[in-house]
């Protein structure tokens, strides 16, 4: 099934291609960083949920494509390492987490850019349901019972085995995110630093 994906202000367009739930890990971060990365954006309103969780989908590279508007894109780093987060500059709606290097075959596809609705049908239908609410140890209030303090072994098994045999399969590439040549990103990051907070 394929699944549109639009930005919040709907400039920047793609599509995610043959997503089914089985192929990919559905689930909630609420870390610290993924917080402050909505904080930074100034949509955590949108992005956020009651707990501070970020809903997101795994895909791999080769899934994604932009269709309309690339020059929106845009590239930041939290604290100078890892995950690459890539965003909407048009209107700060996250698009895609990837790690820094281009032969991982992982794209982590937040919420705020698909757009379900878009072709009639609901998360749920396109997804099915959050697997686990990871990083509960930042979550905010009172947590569902099945939030984890970080995360369940059965997920971190099923992403290590959904990036085996993507891998296994080469598709890592081609990627909308990082130059086949070089393997470097297309954008060079944007790298935000945490205020010092007293
Ligand atoms: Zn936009
Ligand atoms: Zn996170």
């Known amino acids: 099934m394929d699944i549109p994906l639009k930005c919040h202000c709907g400039l920047l367009r793609g599509v995610a291609r043959d997503i089914r739930?089985?192929?990919g890990n559905r689930l909630t971060c609420m870390c610290d960083t993924c917080q402050a990365y909505a904080h930074h954006l100034g949509r955590a309103?949108?992005?956020l949920d009651l707990y501070g969780g970020t809903d997101i989908f795994q895909m791999t590279p080769r899934q994604l494509t932009f269709t309309e508007s690339i020059e929106h894109l845009r590239c930041l780093q939290l604290e100078g390492r890892g995950?690459?987060?890539w965003y909407a500059g048009?209107?700060?709606?996250?698009?895609?987490n990837t790690v820094s290097?281009?032969?991982?075959?992982?794209?982590?596809?937040?919420?705020?850019f698909m757009d379900h609705a878009g072709h009639g049908r609901t998360r749920e239908e396109d997804l099915g349901p959050i697997l686990a609410r990871t990083m509960g140890e930042y979550g905010i209030g009172e947590l569902p019972a099945d939030a984890y303090y970080s995360a369940p072994m059965r997920i971190m098994l099923r992403s290590l085995w959904?990036?085996?045999?993507?891998?296994?399969k080469g598709q890592h590439q081609p990627s909308p995110?990082?130059?086949?040549?070089?393997?470097k990103p297309i954008l060079e990051p944007e790298l935000v630093y945490?205020?010092?907070?007293i």
């Open 162 to 168: 959904l990036l085996f045999l993507a891998w296994l």
């Open 101 to 112: 290097s281009a032969r991982v075959p992982f794209v982590g596809v937040p919420h705020t």
């Open 177 to 183: 995110f990082f130059d086949a040549d070089t393997g």
């Open 90 to 96: 048009c209107c700060n709606t996250p698009v895609a």
């Open 83 to 85: 995950v690459l987060r």
């Open 21 to 23: 739930p089985s192929g």
């Open 45 to 47: 309103d949108t992005i």
């Open 194 to 197: 945490k205020e010092k907070q």
